[in-house]
């Protein structure tokens, strides 16, 4: 061990990696404590066969709080860990049983042995299938991750994937359509276990194409182990889908529509047959939305370059309708006992017409008019997606402690069409107006294949390795013309290629009081870029990126955990890419084909009180941070260009509060409130830059349990002014409310909901260089009324509850968990 050190050092020079290695250093301790005492015990029937993948629930004596849950195996027996010396109860539960509750009893060290225990057969759900009505909690806090439960939300209906992550606890929205966590930008994005390789206005267009009627649950991860992709220094964003657990054939239908200043329509229809060894399932959505933005832009140009100092102002609206068919299909098979095989195929099809008409003003130094012009913009952009999953599973004995052995193949495709028709008309100086035409091809193909093994180890501990590669490739090609001639200057092809090569291991382990987990994860990147046929970069490095945790459990009330990982960003195809993209006369959208990855190391000290309130501290030094930026375009005029570009630094600081709490019965409220402090530094269009603010985000979610089988639910975000590199953004929040019922024996659930009802979401930021400032507003559709149904059709007997072999997607929603 003495001779890892210096080899840390050497690749992790930033100080806190001393804090890593001790963490490292006290694994062994970990793996040679003993393990927690166990309460053991059989399930059966009346008539006496033992009763398989019972839900066995093991319950803290003096308030029933849920301490674990496991299942019972094919031979009725379980066993549950916990800590000594308290007061514990047990509780069974199974379909066509009645639950079965222990008396309370004391664990001791050497654990104990419950009496045999025999299932009472329900009378209920004897003659008749059994219907769940039970329901989670619209947000869960876990140990380093957030779960949103979208599924159970009235505010769901109507809504798209990009509404429901906008108001998650501590996500943000930019006026660039850049995510961030926490007040942190740089995120993996994962879709069922599949990285979507987005980001910015394309992510932004990929999540409102997906109707958040699609969605099972949320998963916001800021820490997460080495089983996931280095990629998103702020953490991953995962996407779980919906999936139909009920048995025979079933479906539902749904449709919604919206009102705000224009319509809002989604309608949707899915199908499932599940037999004991089979399931198959398949969805299509149908999205017809029309929606607004009103921008206004203050301009003020120092002289520079031979040209006067002027201000100005562009207002404009654009109108945009978006129509998507989105559809997927697949199927899980049971091989064996304990191989499972499945098949995934989902696509997205999406159409947005947009017309922007802008009127732009710049007046001199003293006043005067100095120039005036109007413009109208045509964008239409098809963006055709798809992808494909071949997936394997098997457990290598019939055991829940079993080794197993997961492998994913996957492949997806996105295409972009964008066909642009830019007219200017020159009022002051009167000129002959201008006619831009654009057309855009962009091909993007990713492919990746992994392997996953996890082998349990004596004493609680378990080994989890893989090895996974990725291929990633994009083309681009753009004609533009003036007045129907061809623009060489600005029509081109570029080429972006990228290979990850990766392998992890990650150790994990609980003695009595302590569980650790460590890991490292190696990944080999070659990125290749390449415009008008010459190769612009070649980049080909090894880097390592370790990870670590280590929870104490103080006592029954009190727990502390540390957590530390090093990750990185880094830039994509659409990020580098230096074709341009339009918004209207004075302003485009280019890639910069210089920018590099970021790195960070990121720490964070949480405590937990009670098992379920929590504060946590943390940390992340970032260098060449990746940050969006607005400013003149380096052709000269008055244009301006939209790209990201590395700063050299940014130190980050927060403090995450959470609390789940139940004033009253039927009312149960989750605050969530992170409050940071950021400090970006580096240098650009010659000026430098040292910047630093406070701020803050709150979240709110209040549910209530209404008279007469309703249910409701009161949201309110709230997201402090903060600076982002040279932006200055101003305060902005939402409240939304919304109603819920169920009918028709809980096959029906009606849908109302109001989103951003005080209308307080529009977006005002300012940009500052020594030599150009840009204020810039943004108003959009986001003030909009919806009423949404859902009817559940065919068996209601829901699968009983069991460790079946699951695909990648359920691998990686486990990953990291203890």
Known sequence: MPLFLPVWRHFFPFKTGRWISCLLLATPLALSAQSLPGVSGTVASPAGPPVEFATVTLHRAADSVVVKTEFSDQKGTFRLEALGGRRYLVSVSQVGFQRYWSAPFNLTTDGITLPAIVLATSQATALKEVTVTARKPLFEHQAGRTVVNVADSPLSGGATTLDVLGRSPGVTLDAGNNLGLRGRQGLLLVV?????????????????????????????????????????????????????????????????????????????????????????????????????????????????????????????????????????????????????????????????????????????????????????????????????????????????AAATLTADADFA???????????????????????????????????ALKVDFSQPLPRRARLDMGAKTTMVNSANNVVFLNNGAYNPSVSTNFNYSEQVRAAYANLRSAAAKTTFQVGLRIEQARIQTELAGERLREQNYLQFFPSASVQRTLNAQNTLALTASRRIDRPNYGQLNPLRSYFDATSYRSGNPDLVAQTSYNFDFTYTFRQKFSAALSYAQTDKPIVAVVQPAPDGGRQVVNRDVNLTTQDYYALTLTAPLEPVKWWTLYANGVFYYSRFRGNLAGTALDRQQPACILTANNTFN?????????????????????ERAQPRGQLLLGLQRSFWAKQATLRLNVADVLYTAPIRSTSVYDSFTESFRLRQDTRVATAAFTYRFGSSKVAAARKRAAGADDELRRAGGS
């Open 413 to 447: 495709r996105y295409n972009t069409t964008r066909t642009l028709a830019l007219s200017t008309l020159y009022q002051h100086p009167l000129a002959a107006s201008n006619l831009l035409t654009g057309d855009q091809l962009s091909e993007l193909k990713i492919a």
């Open 706 to 726: 209404l008279p007469r089988g309703w249910s409701g639910e009161l949201n309110g975000t709230f997201q402090s002014g903060e600076i982002w590199g040279f």
């Open 192 to 400: 069922d276990g599949k990285r979507v390789p987005l980001t910015g206005e394309e992510l932004a267009s990929y999540l409102r194409a997906l109707p958040a009627e699609q969605v099972q649950s949320v998963e916001l991860l800021t820490n997460p182990p080495a089983q996931y992709d280095a990629q998103g220094g702020a953490g991953v964003i995962a996407i779980y889908l919906k999936k139909d657990q009920r048995l025979g054939t079933n479906g539902n239908a749904n449709a919604s529509y919206g009102r705000g200043e224009y319509g809002k329509f989604t309608a949707g229809l899915g199908l499932n047959h599940r037999r004991k060894n089979v399931n198959y399932y398949g969805n299509y959505t149908y999205v017809n939305r029309r929606d607004y933005a009103r921008q206004e832009f203050d301009r003020q140009y120092a002289a520079q370059g031979g040209l006067p100092a002027v201000s100005g102002t562009i207002a404009g609206k654009r109108v945009l309708d978006l129509e998507s068919h989105s559809a997927r299909f697949g199927a899980d098979i049971n091989l064996t006992k304990a191989s499972l095989l499945g098949l995934s195929l989902t696509s997205l099809l999406s159409q947005t017409n947009s017309v922007n008409t802008s009127q732009t003003e710049f007046n001199d130094a003293g006043g005067a008019l100095a120039s005036r012009n109007s413009s109208t913009t045509h964008q239409d952009i098809w963006r055709p997606s798809g992808s494909a999953n071949l997936n394997f599973r098997h457990a290598f004995a019939d055991s829940a």
